[in-house]
T-cell receptor
Framework: NAGVMQNPRHLVRRRGQEARLRCSPMKGHSHVYWYRQLPEEGLKFMVYLQKENIIDESGMPKERFSAEFPKEGPSILRIQQVVRGDSAAYFC???????????FGPGTRLTVT | DAKTTQPNSMESNEEEPVHLPCNHSTISGTDYIHWYRQLPSQGPEYVIHGLTSNVNNRMASLAIAEDRKSSTLILHRATLRDAAVYYCILRRDNAGNMLTFGGGTRLMVKP
């Protein structure tokens, strides 16, 4: 059973461009979570999705950030008009049901130049 | 949400046991105690969780104080691969959506 997959592993974007981060949860998992880890800081929750629905986006910045988890395909975290402060490691996690342990992917390291 | 307090860092010798403490004096009756760890340049990894009784699995043991205001993650025989940041996290009713990560304890293992 493959683990949580994220791609790309590294992404470089210039200021003002868009960044699209993809996450494929573990097989059978319908709950997906996105976290961000800024340099030298802890992990912060961003958004929780369950197939086709955003359940909790209390950690998402109000502008430029969006997330989706379509019926088919991976979950996507989209950052429009990136700024240098968006440079961070973005981790996706999945779980088979609410409250169970979360399984994390290897992360996407976004660098904004 | 109830908070947890952990030492910033700890050091251990390889092949010796490690006891990682966590204080959670404001824990509520329905808060489960979860431990995750993050190896360098990797995503976090689930380690263990419990409510009141001590728990064991293949990775570690979790000892929970009788009053539940503190707990200890025990690695029975540290290896170099156990060098990581260890996070103690409370989850109400073992549910909720997100994991709230604090600063964790950076464990260094000396050969």
């Amino acid at each position: 059973n493959a683990g949580v997959m994220q791609n790309p592993r590294h992404l470089v974007r210039r200021r003002g461009q868009e960044a699209r981060l993809r996450c494929s949860p573990m097989k059978g998992h319908s709950h997906v979570y996105w976290y961000r880890q800024l340099p030298e800081e802890g992990l912060k929750f961003m958004v929780y999705l369950q197939k086709e629905n955003i359940i909790d986006e209390s950690g998402m910045p109000k502008e430029r950030f969006s997330a989706e988890f379509p019926k088919e395909g991976p979950s996507i975290l989209r950052i429009q008009q990136v700024v240098r402060g968006d440079s961070a490691a973005y981790f996706c996690a999945s779980s088979p049901f609410v409250g169970s342990e979360q399984y994390f992917g290897p992360g996407t390291r976004l660098t904004v130049t | 949400d109830a908070k947890t307090t952990q030492p910033n860092s700890m050091e251990s010798n390889e092949e010796e046991p490690v006891h990682l403490p966590c204080n959670h004096s404001t824990i509520s009756g329905t808060d489960y105690i979860h431990w995750y760890r993050q190896l360098p340049s990797q995503g976090p990894e689930y380690v263990i969780h419990g409510l009141t009784s001590n728990v064991n699995n293949r990775m570690a043991s979790l000892a929970i104080a009788e009053d539940r205001k503190s707990s200890t993650l025990i690695l029975h025989r540290a290896t170099l691969r156990d060098a990581a940041v260890y996070y103690c996290i409370l989850r109400r009713d073992n549910a909720g959506n997100m994991l709230t990560f604090g600063g964790g304890t950076r464990l260094m293992v000396k050969p």
